[in-house]
T-cell receptor
């Protein structure tokens, strides 16, 4: 048990629908990351937060993706107008700055 | 842009073999290099390396970092089928950046 919690674990949605995922990091971890992972590949960086501030967002990320971390605790990742290419595992990780990151179990998104 | 490159991308060995996985990086503000093992779900932490030349060891796994040449290796000796997984290298710089991973398959 890594202590990072992600919900839902699985999501199947129709193309064009909006989806929102939630990540609850380990308490007092000030850094929170979102990654996307497809089969057989390493995690692809999406965005990260230092407390409530979103410090960086991948340039490859479409404007359909948005993330928030109100109050520096949990975070949400929203995908609007989903496309089939969005199907992937979405991983959340948290860390105290400069220390190893701990991962949640991920949310597997399938867009049909 | 920060970059982490792993090689080989995939590897098939027989039980008992020794394998070496490679990770090279180009980042600004290097803080640490981490190795993770990923089976079916979330990556699990193996090692964190911050200093050159100091080997980290855990059972049959060991890793070392060369900050001058900007690479790290992960060694697995006497491989077992349970070692089959994706091995991920990540570098903590301004953010945590992952390589594409090495898919290791150990055949019995």
């Amino acid at each position: 048990d890594t202590g990072v919690s992600q919900n839902p674990r699985h999501k199947i949605t129709k193309r064009g629908q909006n989806v929102t995922f939630r990540c609850d990091p380990i308490s007092e971890h000030n850094r929170l990351y979102w990654y996307r992972q497809t089969l057989g590949q390493g995690p692809e960086f999406l965005t990260y937060f230092q407390n409530e501030a979103q410090l960086e967002k991948s340039r490859l990320l479409s404007d359909r993706f948005s993330a928030e971390r109100p109050k520096g605790s949990f975070s949400t990742l929203e995908i609007q107008r989903t496309e089939q290419g969005d199907s992937a595992m979405y991983l959340c990780a948290s860390s105290p700055e400069g220390i190893k990151a701990f991962f949640g179990q991920g949310t597997r998104l399938t867009v049909v | 842009e920060d970059k982490v490159v792993q090689s080989p991308l995939s590897l098939v060995v027989h039980e008992g073999d020794t394998v070496t996985l490679n990770c090279s990086y180009e980042v600004t503000n290097f803080r640490s290099l981490l190795w993770y093992k990923q089976e079916k779900k979330a990556p699990t932490f193996l090692f964190m390396l911050t200093s050159s030349g100091i080997e980290k060891k855990s059972g049959r796994l060991s890793s070392i970092l060369d900050k001058k040449e900007l690479f790290s290796i992960l060694n697995i000796t006497a491989t077992q089928t349970g070692d089959s997984a994706i091995y991920l290298c990540a570098v903590e710089a301004t953010k945590l950046v992952f390589g594409a991973g090495t898919i290791l398959r150990v055949k019995s």
